[in-house]
């Protein structure tokens, strides 16, 4: 069974900077790779993909703060996320945008005001 684990989340300040990680424990070379979050109170939502050929998408609302990025020979995609807001926090998590698997435990992103 494919397994995935998040990492990264933190407490901190607006307008701060997190990078999360998500480690994959087969290849992702030939999948598309998203990241989603979960606020409190709200379902999960799409916030940002990254193809196999490096080709990219974000939500409106993390757009030009957000960077999406992958490593296919470590199996990683990452989540470079500046000029954090509140409603940032949430639960991050990732998984392959087709075909997704079991979803990971998350990592928590707390940005305070």
């Known amino acids: 069974q494919v397994q995935l684990v998040e990492s990264g989340g933190d407490l901190v300040q607006a307008g701060g900077s997190l990078r999360l990680s998500c480690a994959f424990s087969?290849?992702?070379?030939?999948?598309?790779m998203g990241w989603y979050r979960q606020a409190p109170g709200k379902q999960r939502e799409f916030i940002a993909h990254v193809t196999f050929s490096g080709y990219t998408d974000y939500a409106e609302p993390v757009k030009g703060r957000f960077t999406i990025s992958r490593d296919n020979a470590k199996n990683t995609v990452y989540l470079q996320m500046n000029s954090l807001k509140p409603e940032d926090t949430g639960v991050y998590y990732c998984n392959r945008v087709q075909n997704p698997v079991s979803w990971g435990p998350g990592t928590q992103v707390t940005v305070s005001s």
């Open positions: 087969e290849s992702i070379r030939a999948n598309v």
